[in-house]
């Protein structure tokens, strides 16, 4: 079959090439019917002999003169399809997002994306260079830190909150300046004389846990600073804590956050990057 299937393609080929060497012949008339020495058109044409397309002027020098824009911009039919072919967008060469003017910021839905962290300012990851990445951070400090964490602001222990308060009424109480007393390297103040006391007899027993440091940062490796009024007594000791969100994720797992953090302190002090927010808390 194959050979036969050759033998029948070659003879196909020769025959096609015998037909196509065959000359077609024309009179001359047929040929040109302006070919003679004197011009037969002439009567009719008197310019055919100089010019076989005198029926259009024009053609010598434009094929195209039908559409006698088309040599100078092919899309004519379009005059702006040169310039810009997005042109039924006028605005989509210089944004492709112009149909949607917030798209130069994929992250446009949740203004907060830009700060995976801003939902827990003391989070460990992914922002754990800065545990406090919310927008309310207004400083930061170099290690190495004080025992007790210090307001800037107020030179303060632990904001100015009484801490023998916690134990006695059950909530965050303000200090008095007529009630100061200097222990560890800050000043602690206390909402009365009998507090006050009540301290300076066995401070380790009202001061918090990691000299008053966020327990939820501190579990993660992190300094930050507290609200007085984020806190909780466990097991007869005062923990505190950056704020109320941050609190209600600690006590998630007080036992396994108590003991990460106490892995941690207090060399962390000498690690870490502090960081601090403003609070108005004794109002």
Same mark, same amino acid.
């Given at each position: 079959?194959?050979?036969?299937?050759?033998?029948?393609?070659?003879?196909?080929?020769?025959?096609?090439?015998?037909?196509?060497?065959?000359?077609?012949?024309f009179s001359p008339a &047929?040929?040109?019917?302006?070919?003679?020495?004197?011009?037969?058109?002439?009567?009719? +044409?008197?310019?055919? %002999?100089?010019?076989?397309?005198?029926?259009?002027?024009?053609?010598?020098?434009?094929?195209?003169?039908?559409? *006698?824009?088309?040599?100078?911009?092919?899309?004519?039919?379009?005059?702006?399809?040169?310039?810009?072919?997005?042109?039924?967008?006028?605005?989509?060469?210089?944004?492709?997002?112009?149909?949607?003017?917030?798209?130069?910021?994929?992250?446009?839905?949740?203004?907060?994306?830009?700060?995976?962290?801003?939902?827990?300012?003391?989070?460990?990851?992914?922002?754990? %260079?800065?545990?406090?990445? %919310?927008?309310?951070?207004?400083?930061?400090?170099? *290690?190495?830190?004080?025992?007790?964490?210090?307001?800037?602001?107020?030179?303060?222990?632990?904001?100015?909150?009484?801490?023998?308060?916690?134990?006695?009424? !059950?909530?965050?109480?303000? !200090?008095?300046?007529q009630y100061e007393y200097?222990?560890? !390297?800050?000043?602690?103040?206390?909402?009365?004389?009998?507090?006050?006391?009540?301290?300076?007899?066995?401070?380790?027993?009202?001061?918090?846990?990691? !000299?008053?440091?966020?327990?939820?940062?501190?579990?993660?490796?992190?300094?930050?600073?507290?609200?007085?009024?984020?806190?909780?007594?466990?097991?007869?000791?005062?923990?505190?804590?950056?704020?109320?969100?941050?609190?209600?994720?600690?006590?998630? +797992?007080?036992?396994?956050?108590?003991?990460?953090?106490?892995?941690?302190?207090?060399?962390?002090?000498?690690?870490?990057?502090?960081?601090?927010? &403003?609070?108005?808390?004794?109002?």
């Open positions: 079959m194959k050979i036969k299937y050759l033998t029948a393609f070659v003879a196909s080929a020769v025959l096609s090439v015998g037909v196509a060497s065959l000359p077609t012949i &047929q040929a040109n019917p302006c070919a003679a020495e004197v011009d037969p058109c002439a009567a009719i +044409d008197p310019c055919a %002999a100089v010019d076989p397309c005198a029926a259009n002027p024009c053609a010598a020098v434009d094929p195209c003169a039908a559409k *006698p824009c088309a040599a100078v911009d092919p899309c004519a039919a379009d005059p702006c399809a040169a310039v810009d072919p997005c042109a039924a967008d006028p605005c989509a060469a210089v944004d492709p997002c112009a149909a949607n003017p917030c798209a130069a910021d994929p992250c446009a839905a949740d203004p907060c994306a830009a700060d995976p962290c801003a939902a827990n300012p003391c989070a460990a990851d992914p922002c754990a %260079a800065n545990p406090c990445a %919310a927008a309310d951070v207004v400083s930061a400090a170099e *290690p190495p830190h004080p025992e007790v964490y210090i307001e800037g602001s107020s030179d303060l222990a632990i904001r100015g909150a009484d801490p023998v308060a916690y134990f006695t009424m !059950g909530e965050a109480v303000a !200090g008095l300046p200097e222990w560890n !390297g800050a000043t602690w103040r206390f909402s009365s004389a009998a507090n006050k006391e009540a301290f300076k007899a066995e401070p380790e027993a009202f001061a918090p846990a990691y !000299g008053g440091y966020c327990a939820k940062a501190m579990s993660e490796g992190n300094v930050a600073s507290v609200d007085p009024r984020a806190w909780k007594i466990v097991d007869g000791k005062l923990y505190l804590n950056y704020s109320q969100e941050v609190q209600e994720q600690w006590v998630q +797992d007080i036992p396994g956050n108590i003991e990460k953090a106490d892995a941690m302190w207090p060399s962390v002090l000498t690690e870490k990057t502090f960081y601090e927010n &403003q609070v108005s808390w004794a109002e």
